[in-house]
T-cell receptor, first 112, second 112 residues
Framework: DQQVKQNSPSLSVQEGRISILNCDYTNSMFDYFLWYKKYPAEGPTFLISISSIKDKNEDGRFTVFLNKSAKHLSLHIVPSQPGDSAVYFCAASAQGAQKLVFGQGTRLTINP | DAGITQSPRHKVTETGTPVTLRCHQTENHRYMYWYRQDPGHGLRLIHYSYGVKDTDKGEVSDGYSVSRSKTEDFLLTLESATSSQTSVYFC???????????FGSGTRLTVV
């Protein structure tokens, strides 16, 4: 039972364009969502988060959008840069639960 | 200063042998977690701890045990390693999940 799903295993985007990574969830108790970025041979690093009381959160080139009715969130990266090439994980937490449920990850490749 | 370190970084072991992975933190965080990363599955929670001697199972806990005798150390033991436990194991720490996790660099375990 995959509660957090990233249905695109990979995504290829041209440098300078927008990258959009998608994530769907099934558990209506999730109220906090995070994105992590992972380079090879390193641990994941926190990128950006959003609470269920918001529908958008921005941090520089990164914006996360949350659509609660659709149980869908997305991460927008604009403009995309070669250093953004990595695996991106979506994660969610239910109210009061001090643990995260992760999606399968999406490998983003930025082409020059 | 990494704040969280995992050891060993790489290990090859034989089927049926016990294996212990160590996670050490210097952040004095309450919560510690063990995840495994596998292709197509993302990051799956094995066990987590919410304090010294307080642990709980995650979604893929069969064949694993944990111990936390000190705030700074969280040990993951494979009681009798099997080939299905070949994976990359990540430890994570958190003060509170709304600020996300900090991950270690991972341990690549191969069971032959």
């Amino acid at each position: 039972d995959q509660q957090v799903k990233q249905n695109s295993p990979s995504l290829s985007v041209q440098e300078g364009r927008i990258s959009i990574l998608n994530c769907d969830y099934t558990n209506s108790m999730f109220d906090y969502f995070l994105w992590y970025k992972k380079y090879p041979a390193e641990g994941p690093t926190f990128l950006i988060s959003i609470s269920s009381i918001k529908d958008k959160n921005e941090d520089g080139r990164f914006t996360v959008f949350l659509n609660k009715s659709a149980k869908h969130l997305s991460l927008h990266i604009v403009p995309s840069q070669p250093g953004d090439s990595a695996v991106y994980f979506c994660a969610a937490s239910a109210q009061g639960a001090q643990k995260l449920v992760f999606g399968q990850g999406t490998r983003l490749t930025i082409n020059p | 200063d990494a704040g969280i370190t995992q050891s060993p970084r790489h290990k090859v072991t034989e089927t049926g042998t016990p294996v212990t992975l160590r996670c050490h933190q210097t952040e004095n965080h309450r919560y510690m977690y063990w995840y495994r990363q596998d292709p197509g599955h993302g990051l799956r929670l094995i066990h987590y701890s919410y304090g010294v001697k307080d642990t709980d199972k995650g979604e893929v806990s069969d064949g694993y045990s944990v111990s936390r005798s000190k705030t700074e150390d969280f040990l993951l033991t494979l009681e009798s390693a099997t080939s299905s436990q070949t994976s990359v194991y990540f430890c994570a720490i958190s003060g509170t999940v709304v600020y996300g996790y900090t991950f270690g660099s991972g341990t690549r375990l191969t069971v032959v």
